[in-house]
C-alpha cells in the first residue's frame, strides 16, 4: 500500500478551507446587503446623514472624477484616430468614442475609482468605530448603529453613483474634443453632433443606471468589513485595504452579468 502524500492533503485542504471561508464572506455580505435594503424602507430615515454622505462621497470624489474621465476621454482619442486613419474613417471618431465612453468605460471607471475612495474609506471609519467602541455607544443611547451607519452610506452612495457617471462622461467627451481639436481643428459644434449622432436614450439611461448596483454594492461590501472589524488598528487597515479589492471584483463581475443583462432586455443597445 503506496504511503499517504501528506503535503497534497495538506494543501487540498487548505484550499478547501479558503473556499468555504470565501464562500461564507459571500453569504454574510449577502445577508448584510438583503437587511439593509429592508431598513431602507423603514424609519426613521436619516435624511440629514444621507446628505452628509452624499456630500462627502459625491462632491469630493468629483475632482478625481473630472480628470480621470478628461484623461481617459484624450487617451481614446488617441488611440480612435490612430485605428481609424488607416480606414480613412476620421469622420466617426467622435462617435466611437462617445459610445465607448457611455456604454462601459465611463461606468465601470467610475465605478473602479469610487470603490478605492470611497469603498476604502467606508471600510476604515466603520472599522475604526468597531474597534473603539463607538458603535457600542450608538447602540447604548438607543440609535439603531447599522441603520445611522450603514443604510444612510448604502443610500447615498446608490444616488451618487449616477451622477459621478455622467460627470466622468461628460469630462470624458470634453477630453476627447480636446484631443481631436488639437490635430485636426474640428469645431466644437461639428464634434458633439457627430459625438452623439448615434448615442440613443436607451444607451445612456441603462448604462447610467447600472452604476446604482455598483454603488450598492460597494457600499454594501466595505459596510460589512467594517462592521466585522477586528484586532485594533491592524484590523481597520485591512478592513480598508479589503473593502478595495472586494469591491472591485464585485464591480468588475456584476458588470459582465448587467451587460449581458441590459443586452438581453434592450437589444437596439448593441446596434
Known sequence: MPPIQLP????????????????????????????????????????????????????????????????????????????????????????????????????????LLVSGRVGAGIGAEIGAMKVTEQIDALEATAVDAFKYLAVTRIIALMIVMPLLTIMIDFAGIVGGYVAEAAVSGMSWQLYFERAFSLITYSDILTATLKT????????????????????????????????VVMASMLVILSDVVLVKMILFLYPQVSG
Not at 219 to 237: D, K, M, P, W, Y
Open 8 to 111: 497534497r492533503v495538506r494543501l487540498v485542504d487548505r484550499v478547501g478551507t479558503d473556499v468555504l471561508r470565501f464562500l461564507e464572506l459571500l453569504g454574510a455580505i449577502a445577508t448584510f446587503g438583503g437587511r439593509a435594503m429592508v431598513e431602507a424602507v423603514w424609519p426613521p430615515y436619516e435624511p440629514r446623514e444621507i446628505l452628509r454622505h452624499i456630500y462627502q462621497f459625491g462632491y469630493r470624489s468629483a475632482p478625481l472624477i473630472l480628470t480621470a474621465g478628461f484623461a481617459i476621454g484624450v487617451v481614446l482619442s488617441m488611440h480612435t484616430r490612430a485605428s481609424l486613419e488607416r480606414f480613412g474613417a476620421e469622420a466617426l471618431i467622435p462617435a466611437g468614442l462617445a459610445i465607448a465612453l457611455i456604454r462601459e468605460t465611463g461606468p465601470l471607471t467610475a465605478g
Open 212 to 243: 446604482v448596483v455598483f454603488g450598492f454594492l460597494i457600499a454594501v461590501v466595505s459596510g460589512h468589513l467594517g462592521f466585522t472589524t477586528s484586532r485594533g488598528t491592524e484590523g481597520v487597515g485591512e478592513s480598508s485595504t479589503r473593502s
